[in-house]
């Protein structure tokens, strides 16, 4: 029998120095994060329910109209209903900030690897690895160098919710006609000014998914990071599961699903131009 390869021993190992290491560093960096986080969970939780439902519902006509607007103002009103909006705005903010770091890193990651064959190549394994290791994973390593709490919540669904927008960023750009890209360097284009004038408008649509999967992803590790110390609906789920509380899990899970229609509707649509009917 082969001798048993020491791989856990080696990644404790790695990530005890890493936290001796950096561990004033990342003592900062949560701080500075769970400053942020809190300022606008308390800051949203001051504005009027009905104020925020509004404006939701404004952006959803923007997005796709009286459909979306009304299906908006109807979710939200059953959420302040079930007397969850507070957690739903605990649960909004840290979908919202880690999808942001996200797409923040990701995209630039995603020109990147677009305009660098080889940095590509090293980047798919980790992507491949982000994308299929079981979530629970993310959460010991963070453990470890944040300890409980919101800051390592955010950091696993950073982690978790990137690859979407690297790799569509990526594809965006690399589905630019070659004959567009050819004709603009003829021009005497920089390779700055193909990128911002030529690339990056012709692949917005695909840049747009990458956000959209990136939103949904984050959504879908709000109960994942309830287990070590997300506050939010994902919370209400784990006491409901622990408690056996069936009618309150449904009203938690009901409250998630209304907020990932939401995000998926008004990402997918908010900036499509919409043709006028013809005379």
Aim: no cysteine.
């Amino acid at each position: 029998m082969l001798p048993k390869l020491p791989l856990a021993s080696w990644i404790n190992q790695f990530v005890n120095w890493l936290s001796d290491v950096l561990g004033p560093v990342l003592g900062a960096v949560s701080q500075v994060v769970q400053t942020v986080v809190s300022g606008i969970t308390v800051g949203l939780e001051h504005v009027p329910w009905w104020l925020l439902t509004l404006v939701i519902a404004a952006l959803g006509y923007l997005a796709g109209r009286w459909k979306l607007a009304i299906g908006t103002l109807i979710g939200l009103l059953l959420i302040e209903d079930l007397r969850l909006w507070n957690h739903m705005i605990e649960t909004l903010v840290l979908v919202i900030v880690s999808s942001f770091v996200a797409v923040v890193i990701g995209i630039p990651l995603g020109i990147w690897a677009a305009r660098r064959k080889s940095v590509y190549q090293v980047m798919s394994p980790l992507l491949d690895l982000m994308q299929t290791m079981p979530p629970f994973v993310y959460l010991v390593p963070v453990l470890l160098l944040f300890s409980i709490g919101v800051v390592p919540a955010i950091l696993a669904t950073v982690v978790f919710s990137m690859p979407p927008a690297i790799r569509l960023t990526r594809l965006g750009i690399l589905q630019v006609p070659d004959d567009l890209v050819e004709a603009a360097r003829a021009f005497g284009t920089s390779d700055r000014q193909l990128l911002w004038k030529v690339q990056l408008p012709l692949a917005m649509a695909s840049i747009k998914a990458g956000i959209n999967q990136t939103l949904m992803l984050a959504l879908s590790m709000v109960v994942i990071a309830a287990m070590i110390g997300a506050s939010g609906l994902g919370a209400d789920v784990m006491s409901a599961l622990e408690t056996v509380d069936v009618g309150k899990g449904v009203e938690a899970g009901l409250s998630i699903v209304i907020i990932a229609i939401i995000l998926d509707r008004i990402s997918q649509n908010l900036g499509k131009r919409r043709s006028k009917p013809s005379a």
